[in-house]
């Protein structure tokens, strides 16, 4: 288990350390880069030796930052995770890195405590939450720069500040972030309305697929593996479509139907708080959780729409 | 012109004043219905006679306010215009209510000066924060109800944070409505989570007729009248998808053709910023903004689609 350090106690260690590495979670995000670039320019400002490790390459959305990337320019002394929740998240490609991690700064209440020194808030609703009040304590100067990955990662894991996990804190750190020169509309624009063709490609085909059942209360999409290879669409493109049939107006149970390489059929079920949607997957050998569940099934298409139609009829009566 | 107010001018007005009619303007949106409906919950708190006038019907997506609209209850002796930036927004139903407005409290800097007196703050993202100011400065009690008015109105004005008009200040106030017990969640919900089912059937229509020019630098959606009619869009729903061609990534002019009733074309320009829409526009007769504007266009639709990629491309090169 961690030592668990209060914002003062991980400060002193960062100032005490040398030769400092920061690594970000495999697949990155806004907030595991945005964190940890933040880190390298507030470190590198106070004369300190740092760079930037991840197993994956940095999303070319990201590329208004200057992150830092660590290109073997110094011997680690320190090491510093960033925004990662478990060891498994490291990714194999640096596995040399990451053998003994001295401090992790994150905010999922999840994390296991696999490193020496811990500096968690699960009520941070981003890493960058934490990063800024370990800043600010530091009385670091929020350049813009900082301020741009900051609010980077502030943003992107709020979903420009909608979704549930939004607090009031986030709100006022984004406030200090924009007075202190973030680039506002430039970064929404990327992050938030850019979309790729390929993601587009693949809403178009969702929608087109798209069926209502039960008197619009239930919204079915189709994929089929053909359909998913022709779009170019990777996991997130597919991800971001599995919460579309939820989101229509009067929709309770919104469901994604897509045809694995193999053949079979993964499926992602989305409802709205009265309807339990673990219970309708548990019913067909998945689970998952009340709003947000899944299973797989085998045979046909329309034996699968089928059982699922039935599952979702019986959880529709219930409410 | 109208006598211009500061905050604590305006103030005292209304604190003298009696029988208040709070006036939204028509196609009411969140910011003007959000913004009356907060001073409709204070004024009635400090014992005051009030009520919220509406030419149109306040959209369902708004139920979960209590609105407190005029049914006739009592003689308006003071009438105030939430959010109307010109008299002809006020809407003919309620005519006989609007030859003379005595207080304006607005933030479109367009605003001509209508009325008796004006509270205008050109500044803010949204009049909610105009009308958070005004009641902090009274000394109103922040109650969860008043919250989730201003909190509808500053996150609709400013999609969710993230338009151009977002400020530190936005992000202020959305930190205490949030700690004064904005219902957050739901809100963001229906706010921003949901759409109609005639918006989703538009956007397949506009995906469907997607095309790629100029190496993918110019993209196009093309709807017809029929299809128009079919899916039951309304000028919001169409509004809406106007942003969806310029928004892909690469893309740098982005272009809605739609056929109007009478069968001429009525063509939407987006622009990233290097390059003029309005250029574009003037061209073929119309005209707007740099990034955004707009033309009419008659003759078949290849003629019209030929003379606009004419511009397009001559502008294209100017990059």
Chains 1, 2 share one sequence.
Do not use: W
Request: net charge negative.
């Amino acid at each position: 288990m961690s030592e668990i350090l209060d914002i003062a106690a991980a400060l002193s260690r960062l100032l005490k350390a040398e030769n400092i590495l920061l690594i970000c979670h495999k697949n990155p995000d806004g907030d595991t880069v945005g964190s940890a670039a933040a880190l390298y320019h507030a470190l590198t400002g106070l004369g300190k030796t740092a760079a930037v490790l991840c197993a994956d390459p940095i999303p070319a959305r990201y590329g208004y930052m200057d992150i830092g990337l660590y290109t073997g320019q110094f011997t680690p002394g320190y090491t510093v995770a960033v925004d990662v929740a478990g060891i498994q998240l490291f990714g194999d490609a640096i596995a040399a890195y990451t053998k003994n991690i001295d401090l992790c700064i994150d905010h999922h209440p999840s994390n296991a405590g696999y490193a020496d020194c811990m500096l968690l808030d699960g009520d941070a609703a981003a890493t960058a939450e934490i990063v800024y009040e370990l800043l600010s304590a530091a009385g670091v100067d929020i350049t813009p720069t900082i301020a741009d990955c900051l609010y980077t990662g502030l943003s992107t894991d709020t979903g420009c500040f909608r979704f549930s996990n939004t607090t009031a804190r986030t709100h006022e750190i984004a406030a200090k972030l924009i007075a202190a020169g973030a680039s506002l509309i430039q970064l929404n624009g990327i992050l938030f309305e850019s979309k790729s063709r390929s993601r587009l490609a693949i809403e178009r085909l969702a929608l087109e697929s798209l069926e209502y059942s039960f008197g619009g209360r239930c919204a079915t999409i189709f994929l089929t593996k053909e359909q998913i290879a022709q779009t170019g669409a990777d996991t997130t493109d597919i991800e971001g479509i599995t919460s579309l049939p939820r989101n229509i107006e009067g929709v309770q149970v919104g469901i994604t139907i897509r045809q694995q390489p193999a053949g079979s059929y993964k499926v992602s079920v989305r409802t709205v708080p009265e309807v339990d949607a673990a219970e309708i997957c548990a019913h067909l050998g998945g689970g998952g959780h009340r709003q947000a569940a899944g299973c797989e099934l085998l045979g046909s298409l329309d034996n699968a729409k089928s059982a699922l139609l039935t599952e979702v009829e019986k959880a529709l009566c219930k409410e």
